[in-house]
T-cell receptor, first 113, second 112 residues
Framework: GQQLNQSPQSMFIQEGEDVSMNCTSS?????WLWYKQEPGEGPVLLIA?????ELTSNGRLTAQFGITRKDSFLNISASIPSDVGIYFC?????????????FGTGTRLTIIP | EPEVTQTPSHQVTQMGQEVILRCVPI?????FYWYRQILGQKVEFLVS????????KSEIFDDQFSVERPDGSNFTLKIRSTKLEDSAMYFC??????????FGDGTRLSIL
């Protein structure tokens, strides 16, 4: 089946630092999504990318849809304590409105005060 | 903002028992999904549901699993005879056409 590999697996950074994480796949996806998950909660959508090469921002978050359609990255600028959590990329192939998300392995972000 | 709600938040069940996990999707959504996440692992697709029928299911979704939309608001996942390896977080998601999926906060299923 399709596999999405995220790197790094975990990050320990100082508050105020920038964060960069990426996601690669052996398969092409039509849509890339980035979700954040906090303990005891479900994934919350951060950014959705619909076109190869697309660069999209949401506040301090920026994500890009790779031109090969097999990768994506997420950057967080000037990290703050509430950025702590697990970040998942997810790829999607949509077929006449039906779709399933294939999730990446996750990047756990820890902020050191 | 409308939310996907799931109940219960935690379900503890004896192995071999049936369990029903409940979800109330966002009201104008038409596509419904169940995913599961084993502790410490990634989220995995189980099943998608549209127009009162299953659209797609994964290998995980075997004969022990079933889904139902019994009325206009609920979407349920039933596991007929639970196994220890069914212990996981189960997430419901819903979406409208051409919009991303929205997830509930999950039900933690613990099989003893």
């Amino acid at each position: 089946g399709q596999q999405l590999n995220q790197s790094p697996q975990s990050m320990f950074i100082q508050e105020g630092e920038d964060v960069s994480m990426n996601c690669t796949s052996s398969s092409i996806f039509n849509t890339w999504l980035w979700y954040k998950q906090e303990p005891g909660e479900g994934p919350v959508l951060l950014i959705a990318l619909y076109k190869a090469g697309e660069l999209t921002s949401n506040g301090r978050l920026t994500a890009q849809f790779g031109i090969t359609r097999k990768d994506s990255f997420l950057n967080i600028s000037a990290s703050i304590p509430s950025d702590v959590g697990i970040y998942f990329c997810a790829g999607l192939i949509s077929n006449f409105g039906n779709e399933k998300l294939t999730f990446g392995t996750g990047t756990r972000l820890t902020i050191i005060p | 903002e409308p939310e996907v709600t799931q109940t219960p938040s935690h379900q503890v069940t004896q192995m071999g028992q049936e369990v029903i996990l409940r979800c109330v999707p966002i009201s104008n959504h038409l596509y419904f999904y169940w995913y599961r996440q084993i502790l410490g692992q990634k989220v995995e697709f189980l099943v998608s549901f549209y127009n009162n029928e299953i659209s797609e299911k994964s290998e995980i979704f075997d004969d022990q699993f079933s889904v139902e939309r019994p009325d206009g608001s609920n979407f349920t996942l039933k596991i007929r005879s639970t196994k220890l390896e069914d212990s996981a977080m189960y997430f419901c998601a819903s979406k409208s056409h051409n919009q991303p999926q929205h997830f509930g906060d999950g039900t933690r299923l613990s099989i003893l």
